[in-house]
């Protein structure tokens, strides 16, 4: 169930982001990160009508895990906003300046991607407590819905998942390629040497 992907999403996951656009030039809307943010609410909420109150802490645990995102996307948005407004590929500015604001905004992306490493162990871990909860259960009209809606909320999980880890690649990407051409391309190295889960 983990490694399904739908040829709709695939297809989606193409258009993710226009190959001549710097990926930090994307927000969380434009990459359609917002909008399954938006369908996971209302899915959490019809999910609350036609829950037994036996999986109320799938519920909380759903919850929690949507937060978890919702807090991710706004910082990275942030963040991009933060770059846009001080262009790394402004040639302008002075070679110093700009090495040294492209660093901060790589390092704080590589923070960012271990936060988003860390939510999606979370999210697989939610995923066995969900199928676990739902063993043995006879499956009447009530909780034939309340397993569809939880199936759908479990993709929608992931394509979050996965399209957080695509823009933040693509961001580090872009800034790793502008610090290799500036010269300054040891900042990967430096990172992984004091945190070795960055990949």
């Known amino acids: 169930d983990v490694q399904y992907e739908s040829l709709e999403s695939v297809y989606h996951m193409k258009q993710f982001v226009p190959r001549r656009e710097s990926p930090w030039k994307i927000d969380s809307e434009a990459t359609g990160v917002s909008a399954k943010l938006r369908l996971l609410e209302e899915e959490l909420l019809n999910l609350d009508k036609v829950c037994p109150s036996d999986n109320s802490k799938v519920l909380s645990l759903l919850s929690k895990q949507a937060k978890r995102y919702q807090a991710l996307v706004g910082k990275i948005d942030d963040l991009c906003r933060r770059m846009q407004n001080s262009d ?39 995923q066995t407590e969900i199928t676990r909860s739902n063993q043995g259960d006879q499956l009447n009209q009530a909780k034939m819905n309340t397993r569809r809606s939880l199936d759908l909320i479990k993709n929608n999980l992931k394509e979050v998942q996965r399209n957080l880890e695509i823009w933040l690649a693509r961001i580090i990407g872009d800034l ?11 900042v990967r190295e430096f990172y992984v040497s004091r945190y070795p889960f960055v990949q």
Do not use: Y
């Open 88 to 126: 790394p590929c402004d040639a302008t500015l002075g070679p110093e300046f700009r090495t040294q604001s492209q660093t901060e905004f790589l390092l704080e992306c590589f923070r960012f991607q271990q936060r988003a490493s860390e939510t999606g162990q979370k999210l697989v871990a939610l």
């Open 176 to 186: 790793e390629g502008i610090l290799a051409r500036d010269g300054a391309s040891c």
